[in-house]
């Protein structure tokens, strides 16, 4: 199974950063694409980020493109999530996921997570003053 354990997460101010990792359990997380997602309360879980393993491209959602910036360290077996300028409504709990690249990373970034199921308790992310 593909599992991980996010860490980093914690309370920013406004126009502050914070850096996530979350590591992977079980398997190497070298051979897939890596997404970070966020859901906030009442809210759907919603795509972050994410980076493909072939070439590393990657993908932002709109609301983050500029001010996040997805990374992963395939020796450690962790990817990161630098988060910078970080805004109230990024406050959420953040997760990662796996699956494989799907050719393209805009495609990879819509499509290739929808079946992922192994969702752990993720990584709290508040923004408050």
């Known amino acids: 199974q593909l599992k991980f354990v996010e860490s980093g997460g914690g309370l920013a101010q406004p126009g502050g950063s914070l850096r996530l990792s979350c590591a992977a359990v079980?398997?190497?997380?070298?051979?897939?694409?890596i997404g970070w997602f966020r859901q906030a309360p009442g809210k759907e879980r919603e795509g972050v980020a994410s980076?493909?393993?072939?070439?590393?491209?990657?993908h932002y959602s709109d609301s983050v493109k500029g001010r996040f910036t997805i990374s992963r360290d395939n020796a450690k077996n962790t990817a990161y999530l630098q988060m910078n300028s970080l805004k109230p409504e990024d406050t959420a709990v953040y997760y990662c996921?796996?699956?494989?690249?799907?050719?393209?990373?805009?495609?990879?970034?819509?499509?290739?997570?929808?079946?992922?199921?192994?969702w752990g308790p993720g990584t709290q992310v508040t923004v408050s003053s």
């Open positions: 079980g398997f190497t997380l070298e051979y897939h694409a």
């Open positions: 980076i493909m393993s072939a070439d590393g491209s990657t």
């Open positions: 996921a796996a699956a494989g690249d799907m050719g393209d990373s805009e495609y990879t970034f819509h499509n290739a997570f929808e079946d992922y199921e192994n």
